[in-house]
């Protein structure tokens, strides 16, 4: 068997003893190395309980799976049994061991009696089979990026049926499709003259249709929850959802009701199904099962096995009411115009779930030749789309694409960010440097208080300044691989940026780091060029920071806390407007772990005791259906989805609280100031931290207010 790429996603090479299971989406490989020269022939992907691209067997009687690599054994039938992290021995039986490296194997192997060394020691994990047997690889691609590109004319019936075959991602029709991993990245979506869907792509076959008007608004409207439940899109005068058992649910036919109501569903049947999988692939205690599972009509797991339409006619009967107080933050709300340009960014708002909200005129500028086409776009202060973060609430409605200037809290967003996501790497946590373009010796000095009192936040390995740049000096500073993240504090108008001989255009830029900040700003322009040309996510800031924020907004970004949230925990909006480029979910950094960045938040009571809660914050990596489970020593935690908010169950003593500051992927806000690992804070801080807020609170409103810790 050859491994030419043949168009399918997973694809075997062999050389000498390993078999590579190829995944032509990611451009990666996963070496199996067996105990002979594999003689692979196609296998059928029936054989797998757990989804499956393409398998093949062979001869073996041992096999090594690389040290990069995290191994679970089940047994054939798909039920968990263990985590290969300590040596083990399995009596006779058929078993399949889940790989999860560079991409996704499974090893399978009928009647044999089972010795494997664990990954506690950091090596490649080896498995012994009693005898010779045939061994059965599967592979199943990660699927982190689209796998193909929908080309759709101006016409809201062409593109009915691409967001008909958004869905054609989803490696499950179970509810295990509720975990982000087994969605998929749906396929994108370019402007062309003809409606054009590739070969691999097709509609999923739920029994699920949604009738809509045939405008592009409503169409954009139920996009992800079309995408989610793998429903056709069909054109009809009356808004409805449409099931194979022939039960009819309307839809409201008022944009914004409409919209409420496809949002409404969408976190309903994505909450009930990940109830509905806590005995899946990867069962799981829930928090919220043991809260909303007594108060449901039906045994969510008793539907596992049910088709989609049997299922939402069990969700659709669930008072929305009773499972609200559980539903996670959306990381994302976009606000798209109700014209054709917004159709590029169905595919990536999808694979995010994020709920969309149609506002404004009709784009006029010209449309992008294709997703595909890394030609530059006009920037301006009236984006193709906006978008909207719980962490940066809105002072009022939904914002528009029309708004001049955007609200404060607003994020401009474009296909850009999204494509240079899939194109570029981020810098890995604990490994960022960080820029510091400043416009005068006294901003200077700021920064460098910021940074070196007592030492750079925690994720910062290096940083520099550069005062008043030449436009030379400007342009290759941002254009160095090794700079990670840029704070300008230079002049700006628009996109323009006054260096000390001339002005630089950052649209005209060829490279920019990944993440960048300009002071000063006004305007989201400077941040929305930025990502044009390479970044993935930009703060435009309307005043200059002082440098406990610049400690604090950096020391989030460089630690993966969502940009988002990143700005509202360094308290940026006290003392000026802020927008955002890009989704407000990105992250700066690559986390060291895979999962989502904790924020642990703590409330002083009285100088001994402190009140403390925790939510995990959902990103463009960490998406929604993900579970979190935290592990305190002083709680008796079980696993949440993420975006959960939870209560401490008993206050916490003062030393608990500095034990915490040390958490690997969390951040701590203590009594509204966010601490760090390297701030090196003691009793003493934290006593005094609490006399603060206590005293705060008595005279006015908790407000938040940062404090400055060691008297300064």
């Not at 070496?31 to 309980?49: G, Q």
């Amino acid at each position: 068997m050859t491994g030419s790429d043949d168009g399918r996603r997973v694809t075997f090479e062999m050389a000498g003893e390993t078999l590579y299971v190829r995944d032509a989406l990611e451009d990666e490989r996963l070496a199996l190395r067996f105990d002979r020269e594999p003689d692979p022939r196609p296998a059928l992907v029936d054989l797998f309980a757990l989804p499956v691209d393409r398998a093949v067997s062979l001869e073996a009687e041992s096999v090594s799976i690389p040290k990069y690599a995290t191994v679970s054994v089940r047994e054939s039938g798909g039920e968990f049994v263990a985590e290969l992290s300590d040596d083990l021995t399995l009596p006779r039986g058929s078993y399949c061991f889940d790989v999860v490296g560079v991409t996704k194997a499974f090893v399978r192997a009928v009647d044999v009696e089972v010795s494997a060394t664990g990954m506690a020691d950091g090596g490649a994990v080896e498995i012994e089979f009693d005898g010779p047997t045939t061994v059965t690889v599967g592979g199943r691609s990660l699927h982190t990026r689209p796998e193909a590109t929908m080309t759709v004319p101006d016409d809201p019936h062409a593109l009915m049926t691409a967001v008909s075959a958004l869905g054609s991602s989803i490696a499950e029709p179970s509810p295990e499709r509720s975990w982000p991993t087994l969605r998929g990245y749906p396929p994108r979506i370019a402007r062309g003259d003809e409606l054009e869907i590739p070969a691999p792509l097709e509609t999923p076959d739920t029994g699920v249709e949604i009738a809509v008007p045939a405008t592009y608004a409503d169409v954009y409207r139920v996009a992800p929850l079309a995408y989610y439940l793998g429903a056709t899109v069909v054109a009809g005068a009356d808004p409805a959802l449409r099931l194979e058992t022939g039960y009819v649910e309307p839809l409201p036919t008022e944009g914004v009701a409409l919209e409420r109501r496809v949002s409404e569903i969408l976190g309903t049947t994505l909450f009930l199904d990940s109830l509905a999988r806590t005995e899946g692939y990867v069962p799981s205690e829930r928090y919220e099962y043991e809260a909303v599972g007594g108060e449901l009509p039906f045994y969510p797991p008793g539907l596992a096995d049910r088709s989609m339409s049997d299922r939402l006619m069990e969700y659709l009967e669930v008072d929305p009411e009773t499972v609200d107080p559980y539903l996670p933050d959306w990381p994302t709300t976009a606000v798209l115009r109700p014209g054709p340009s917004g159709m590029e960014l169905l595919g990536h708002l999808a694979h995010l779930l994020a709920p969309i909200r149609v506002r404004g005129s009709p784009a006029t500028t010209e449309p992008r030749s294709g997703s595909g086409d890394r030609g530059r776009t006009a920037v301006s202060d009236s984006p193709v789309a906006v978008a909207t973060s719980p962490s940066l609430a809105i002072a009022e409605g939904t914002p528009s694409p029309d708004d001049a200037p955007l609200p404060s809290g607003t994020a401009a967003l474009s296909v850009a960010a999204y494509e240079n996501g899939l194109s570029r790497s981020r810098p890995t946590k604990g490994d960022l440097r960080v820029a510091f373009v400043a416009d005068s010796d006294e901003r200077a000095r700021v920064i460098e208080r910021a940074m070196t009192e007592p030492e750079p936040p925690d994720g910062v390995d290096a940083w520099e300044a550069a005062v008043r740049p030449t436009r030379e000096e400007f342009r290759g500073l941002l254009a160095d691989p090794g700079v990670g993240l840029c704070l300008c504090s230079l002049p700006t108008d628009g996109s323009r940026v006054a260096c000390a001989d001339g002005v630089v255009d950052v649209a005209d830029l060829e490279t920019v780091p990944t993440t960048t900040a300009f002071e000063h700003a006004g305007r989201v322009a400077p941040a929305a060029a930025s990502v044009e040309v390479g970044s993935l996510g930009s703060i435009a800031v309307d005043g200059a920071l002082g440098a406990t924020r610049i400690r604090t907004l950096v020391g989030l970004l460089a630690t993966a806390t969502p940009l988002a949230a990143s700005v509202a925990l360094a308290r940026v909006r006290e003392i000026a407007g802020v927008r955002l480029a890009g989704d407000p979910s990105a992250i700066a950094v690559t986390p060291e772990r895979a999962g989502a960045q904790g924020l642990v938040r703590v409330r002083s009571v009285s100088e001994t005791e402190h009140a403390v809660s925790w939510r995990s914050l959902p990103s463009v990596d960490a998406r929604v259906g993900t579970e979190y489970h935290p592990l305190f020593e002083w709680a008796d935690t079980v696993p949440e989805l993420i975006g959960a908010d939870r209560e401490g169950p008993r206050p916490l003593s003062t030393a608990e609280i500095l034990d915490l500051i040390p958490e690997p992927d969390s951040v701590v806000d203590l009594n509204g100031a966010i601490v760090f690992e390297r701030d090196g804070i003691g009793e003493a801080d934290v006593r005094r931290s609490a006399r603060r807020s206590i005293a705060e609170r008595s005279t006015s409103r908790d407000e938040g207010t940062s404090v400055r810790f060691g008297g300064k």
